[in-house]
Nanobody
Framework: QVQLVESGGGLVVAGGSLRLSCAAS????????MGWFRQAPGKEREFVAT????????YYADSVKGRFTISRDNAKNSVYLQMNSLKPEDTAVYYC?????????????????WGQGTQVTVSS
């Protein structure tokens, strides 16, 4: 059983930054893709970013491109999401997830394990 635990969420003023972390209890961590999704109240869970096994290739949703950066540390079994220039529309619960599917994994069905989520609230 793989466990993913997110942290780093919180309340921030528009224009500010937050860094989310996700720790994985997965001995195959370095062999899987990782991704971040988010879900705002009343909306579908949507893709945010994904990173390949080595961390050398990333892929972003258009809505966050240029503002968010996904990274990973395979030695620490962790993936991160640096969020800059935050906007009120970035307010959501953010989830990290693991994928063993095709690159780039952008659909929810591409992922097999999910964290419990961490709340990010951006005030205007």
């Amino acid at each position: 059983q793989v466990q993913l635990v997110e942290s780093g969420g919180g309340l921030v003023v528009a224009g500010g930054s937050l860094r989310l972390s996700c720790a994985a209890s997965d001995r195959t961590f370095r062999n899987v893709f990782m991704g971040w999704f988010r879900q705002a109240p009343g909306k579908e869970r949507e893709f945010v970013a994904t990173i390949n096994r080595s961390g050398g290739i990333t892929y972003y949703a258009d809505s966050v491109k240029g503002r968010f950066t996904i990274s990973r540390d395979n030695a620490k079994n962790s993936v991160y999401l640096q969020m800059n220039s935050l906007k009120p529309e970035d307010t959501a619960v953010y989830y990290c997830a693991r994928s063993t599917g095709q690159w780039p994994p952008r659909r929810r069905s591409d992922y097999d394990y999910w964290g419990q989520g961490t709340q990010v609230t951006v005030s205007s």
